[in-house]
């Protein structure tokens, strides 16, 4: 009796170390532990904002490069904050995300030489200021750029990730605007008519842009400019 009682006491004893070296198996290192790291990588990758699909082990290094790359906003002036109230109750868009756009534009006009507010104009005909509107031909963002075509414009700002960023979107587009001004030997009505695609409607799209820009410019010298056409 008192070997069978030992051996019972022996058989409970193994079958409790089991239970706990399974238990510390699965807090340690089973499919728990696992499914608790991959929900901290994805908050992670949340909240640095970039997508965790895109952060493999081959393209993390990549990440930072891309996220630098993306120009940082300008500060805005007082005209500047003007103009992005008065397109915010023409286009029904937040004034506080237009203004950093149009100092961007305002920059971008100066340093390519265009004429005042006519790169906002373009956004204004292209877009109506919405940043991810897409056009059945493929054209994107702001400035509806077509990105397979200008994608090599893009690789300076992290490539294909960029490609809707509202700023980039706007800096490609300038700097695609400018050089269709410039092989059209500094014409903006021409370079206009380029960047459109030319054809009939051409004339259109040049007309609309330059009103557009008037009252912009109005605007910018403080005239009353109803928002209604």
Not at 30 to 52: F, K, T, V, W, Y
Not at 136 to 164: C, D, E, N
Not at 201 to 218: C, F, G, P, W
């Amino acid at each position: 009796m008192a070997l069978r009682g030992l051996l019972t006491l022996v058989r409970i004893l193994g079958a409790l170390a089991l239970g706990f070296l399974l238990f510390a198996w699965f807090r340690l290192d089973g499919p728990g532990n696992g499914a608790h790291a991959r929900d901290e990588q994805l908050a992670a990758a949340s909240a640095d904002g970039i997508p965790a699909t895109a952060r493999g082990a081959t393209e993390a290094p990549f990440a930072p490069a891309m996220r630098s790359a993306i120009p940082a906003p300008l500060p805005v002036t007082p005209t500047q904050a003007t103009l992005a109230r008065w397109i915010g109750a023409r286009y029904g868009v937040a004034p506080e995300a237009i203004a950093p756009l149009v100092a961007e534009a305002d920059s971008l006009s100066r340093a390519y030489r265009l004429s005042p507010n006519l790169v906002i104009a373009v956004m204004a005909i292209e877009s109506n200021f919405h940043p991810y509107v897409q056009s059945q031909a493929g054209a994107q963002g702001l400035m509806q750029v077509m990105p397979k075509i200008h994608s090599q414009r893009y690789q300076k700002f992290g490539g294909a990730a960029a490609y809707l960023d509202p700023v980039v979107s706007l800096r490609v587009g300038a700097e695609i605007l400018r050089d269709c001004i410039r092989l059209k030997d500094g014409s903006e009505a021409e370079g206009l008519r380029f960047y459109f695609g030319g054809g009939p409607a051409s004339d259109t799209y040049i007309d609309k842009v330059r009103a557009e820009q008037h009252k912009l410019n109005l605007v910018a010298r403080g005239a009353h400019v109803p928002t209604a056409d």
